[in-house]
């Protein structure tokens, strides 16, 4: 339902690198830069990386994303217990001009 | 750093009014487009307006369907979601957000922590 393609979970063991992709199409992901956001229950969410190469002040740098066509992935690499978390990826979409989102993946750290 | 503290949410009949609002500190709100974004459990997150630092505004129209207008008043720095002819389907937590890039909009990179509007009679 949500314009953008997310598996609706993950899951790694702590230490391990794990990927969430996005899926797009030409009108978002393949013209405009992504954003993760990372979403605790009853919190907002909060950006933790953006644009090509961009990671907000205060978020670990075992986090990092790439863009490749219409689609995008977050890794997290070193996982940890604290990265159990719902995350959402984001772009402008020039038609709707405003953002879309994701319908989120659950992350389990095993 | 950046606060963005929303009020006015809570219980509201079908067809009824609410007036969101959103006091904004930690930047110079008159130079960033805002953002309003809901969440539902059923539909995730889902954009519903933005109000550029020139006041022009844009509309997620399949959602808010002319019944939604969101304005600023730069002196008080806050952001403001006038709803309308509310249904059951616009329950949600309603966040704020900051525009990510002073120009050309990309995305929010700094939320708020929500207002919850329960439509209902």
């Known amino acids: 339902q949500s314009v953008l393609t997310q598996p609706p979970s993950a899951s790694g063991t702590p230490g391990q690198r794990v990927t969430i992709s996005c899926s797009g199409g030409s009108s978002n992901i393949g013209r405009n830069h992504v954003y993760w956001y990372q979403q605790f229950p009853g919190t907002a969410p909060k950006l933790v990386f953006f644009r090509i190469n961009q990671r907000p002040s205060g978020v670990p740098d075992r986090f990092s994303g790439s863009k490749s066509g219409t689609s995008a992935s977050l890794a997290i690499s070193g996982l940890r217990s604290e990265d159990e978390s719902v995350y959402y990826c984001a772009a402008w979409d020039d038609n709707l001009s405003g953002p879309v989102f994701g319908g989120g993946t659950k992350l389990t750290v095993l | ?121």
């Open chain 2, 1 to 121: 750093q950046v606060q963005l503290v929303e009020s006015g949410g809570g219980v509201v009949q079908p067809g009824g009014s609410l007036r969101l609002s959103c006091a904004a500190s930690g930047f110079t709100f008159s130079s960033f487009a805002m953002h309003w974004v809901r969440q539902t459990p059923g539909k995730g997150l889902e954009w519903v307006a933005i109000i550029r630092y020139d006041g022009t505004d844009k509309y997620n129209e399949e959602l808010v369907e002319g019944r939604f207008t969101i304005s600023r008043d730069d002196s008080k720095n806050t952001l403001y979601l006038q709803m309308d002819s509310l249904r059951g389907q616009d329950t949600a937590v309603y966040y704020c957000a900051k525009e990510e890039r002073r120009v050309e909009p990309a995305g929010p990179d700094s939320w708020g922590q929500g207002t919850l509007v329960i439509v209902s009679s």
